[in-house]
């Protein structure tokens, strides 16, 4: 088993900058990648991110491409999305995910384990 936390969420007003972060503790070395995913109000889950265990295969949802960045500190067992250049329709609770296999980065049944999620609103 894997258990992942999130953290970093909260209330911003369009145009600002959070950093989300994820602990992950348990069976961490069988990890094989993590992402985020975001879920709006009466909205299906999105992917956002993802990330390898190494750090080199990185990959984006289009509509959060430079502005958004993914990374992970293995040493920490610790995965962060910087959120920069915030906007109103960013406004969802930010799932953060762990798979312990390989597979597609974009779909969330790809994946294994499940944080409880962090609130992030963006004000206009």
């Known amino acids: 088993q894997v258990q992942l936390v999130e953290s970093g969420g909260g209330l911003v007003q369009a145009g600002g900058s959070l950093r989300l972060s994820c602990a992950a503790s348990?069976?961490?070395?069988?990890?094989?990648?993590m992402g985020w995913f975001r879920q709006a109000p009466e909205k299906e889950r999105e992917f956002v991110a993802a990330?390898?265990?190494?750090?080199?295969?990185?990959n984006y949802a289009d509509s959060m491409k430079g502005r958004f960045t993914i990374s992970r500190d293995n040493t920490k067992n610790t995965l962060y999305l910087q959120m920069n250049s915030l906007k109103p329709e960013d406004t969802a609770v930010y799932y953060c995910?762990?798979?312990?296999?390989?597979?597609?980065?974009?779909?969330?049944?790809?994946?294994?384990?499940w944080g409880q999620g962090t609130q992030v609103t963006v004000s206009s």
């Open positions: 995910a762990a798979r312990v296999h390989s597979g597609s980065y974009f779909y969330d049944r790809e994946y294994d384990y």
């Open positions: 990330i390898d265990l190494g750090g080199f295969a990185i």
């Open positions: 348990g069976r961490t070395f069988s990890v094989h990648a």
